[in-house]
């Protein structure tokens, strides 16, 4: 496969953006080598400045449930655009959204839209401080929320000690206030209620962990945890920017028939642009300016044209429903490469919800952080390339989830399953 544009455009960027890039995982740091520069992308699959053209399992790393380049969405986009790019005062798109997203998903009264991933999860957990008038909060060892300071943080030294920062430029007192907790184990959430009794607002988490790979819920772990933070005063972040509009129309939320107090989205929500949003109880809701004390605001909140973008996806996904059909192509997929790595006598694990999955490269079942790091890196990564190699792009990290979108085609699945059947590393 020959990359030659990719690798010279790659060497011009790094000379103007660090690392080249403008977010680090696409560098392809976890899976060496040089990124691919794309060109254009189109249903299920992409194309590099050389013209090379791939499966895309990455989908701009979950936005892009419907395929990319959806003519539904489009149609929408260039409506809105000829009309506006930005108002900076209201629009009835959106309402629409906001319409939209409260019918889908069950707790959400009330919600805010704001540019990303990283600003909505920063307004919940503002408003959820606001609302409990405490400081703590609790993240999950190996759960990404965007990259808030107090949330780049890794576990202290003991069970109930507070996190350090996990990044250059936190202070430490920045990440004082976060504690971290283990997934699927509620002992140690209880062990930091009991340590800091009347000091956390709230625990937010990934329902479904996807930025460690993907990790799901034991059973009965999320319905614990809610009841736990509510004996203690707090409240219960779902951190759906991933799952939203993704493991069903109402996100895990739904899946799981369970009601967080707040819940953030992003990705699906934006069709393809740059959308986040918060929301949850009234009550809470209500606290956030210029209702209540609670700042935040955003010149490009609210943009019409990703306002109808998101608007236009999540209207074909109520319409279409393709959950089912989602989890069923996906399960083909993984129950393919499955096959392939058993017959080889390699041992994987691989972890699916609906159509987001992760390939492990460990033998044991992989329920947390700590078991996922146990997988071996190296293996990933020569797996990744030489899937790359024969027009298949993977998340190119072994910590990330890949997606499944309703543009794939069973052509698509099957020769994924077939490159996967020949690959050396199995
Ligand atoms: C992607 C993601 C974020 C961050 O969203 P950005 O739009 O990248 O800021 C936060 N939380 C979760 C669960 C995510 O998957």
Request: hydrophobic share 40%; aromatic share 8%; charged share 20%.
């Amino acid at each position: 496969m020959k990359t030659k544009k990719s690798q010279r455009l790659f060497e011009q960027a790094k000379k103007i953006m660090p690392g080249g890039v403008n977010s680090p995982v696409r560098a392809f740091k976890g899976i060496g080598g040089n990124p691919l520069f794309i060109q254009s992308a189109k249903g299920a699959s992409l194309t590099d400045v050389d013209g090379n053209k791939y499966i895309d399992y990455v989908g701009s790393w979950g936005p892009m449930i419907l395929g990319h380049t959806h003519p539904q969405v489009l149609k929408a986009v260039q409506k809105t655009l000829k009309k506006g790019s930005s108002f900076g005062a209201p629009c009835e798109l959106e309402l629409l959204l906001a319409e939209e997203v409260c019918r889908a998903v069950p707790s959400i009264e009330k919600v805010r839209f704001v540019n990303s991933g990283t600003e909505a999860v920063m307004g919940a957990i503002r408003v959820a401080r606001g609302f409990t008038g405490r400081k703590k909060i609790i993240k999950f060892d190996g759960a990404y929320h965007g990259h808030a300071d107090y949330l780049l943080v890794k576990a202290g030294s003991g069970a109930t000690t507070l996190g350090t920062p996990d990044s250059a430029g936190v202070p430490v007192e920045f990440t004082e206030q976060t504690a971290i907790a283990f997934w699927n184990h509620l002992a140690s959430v209880e062990v930091l209620f009991r340590e800091y009794p009347d000091e956390i607002a709230a625990v937010i988490l990934e329902p479904v962990m996807g930025n460690m790979g993907v990790i799901p819920p034991k059973k009965g772990f999320l319905e614990d945890l809610i009841s736990l933070c509510h004996q203690h005063g707090a409240l219960v972040i779902f951190d759906e920017v991933m799952t939203g509009f993704r493991l069903s129309y109402g996100g895990a939320q739904s899946l799981y028939k369970i009601k967080p107090d707040l819940t953030t989205l992003g990705k699906i929500i934006g069709g393809g642009f740059p959308v986040g949003a918060y929301g949850g109880r009234e009550d809470i809701m209500d606290l956030v300016a210029p209702l209540g004390p609670v700042y935040q605001a955003g010149t490009l909140s609210g943009n019409p044209v990703a306002m109808s973008a998101g608007l236009e996806t999540l209207k074909i996904l109520r319409k279409k429903n393709p959950y089912k059909l989602l989890e069923k192509t996906t399960q083909k997929l993984v129950k393919g490469i499955q096959q392939a790595a058993h017959s080889s006598k390699r041992n994987i694990t691989v972890n699916q919800v609906g159509s987001m999955f992760t390939i492990f490269f460990t033998d044991q079942a992989v329920t947390n952080a700590e078991t996922a790091r146990q997988s071996d890196t190296a293996q990933y990564a020569h797996f990744f390339h030489y899937l790359l190699n024969q027009g298949i792009y993977l998340a190119p990290s072994q910590f990330e989830a890949s997606f499944v979108s309703m543009a794939h085609t069973e052509k698509d699945i099957q020769k994924t399953i077939h490159a996967s059947r020949k690959a050396t590393i199995f």
